[in-house]
Nanobody, 116 residues
């Protein structure tokens, strides 16, 4: 019932840009805070961006501040992650996420590889 589908990943050179999309279904999208996480091999999953249900507040760690922008289109039940000035250390699988009271929901992930 709940389904998140990420897209937009791929191979990009350092300094390049990508826009990730997460299409959701099965939730009342506009009442949930949404987030993007990433996980590189051998590393823990980390939050890279978060946005409130109405899109008025966002949160980023220092590692991506000023380079990544999360946004959402509640009419389309979709959340986006614009990634600029990409660095090799941004290479990871990126996941869309939200949380209900006792459940976490994740997409399947989309691979982002930053390499020359």
């Amino acid at each position: 019932q709940v389904q998140f589908v990420e897209s937009g990943g791929g191979l990009v050179q350092p300094g390049g840009s990508l826009r990730l999309s997460c299409a959701t279904s099965g939730i009342i999208f506009d009442i949930y805070t949404m987030a993007w996480y990433r996980q590189a091999p051998g590393k823990q999953r980390e939050l890279v961006a978060q946005i409130t249900s109405d899109g008025t507040s966002t949160n980023y760690p220092d590692s991506v501040q000023g380079r990544f922008t999360i946004s959402r289109d509640n009419a389309k039940n979709t959340v986006y992650l614009q990634m600029n000035s990409l660095k090799p250390e941004d290479t990871a699988v990126y996941y869309c996420h939200t949380k209900r009271l006792f459940s976490n929901y994740w997409g399947q992930g989309t691979q982002v590889t930053v390499s020359s």
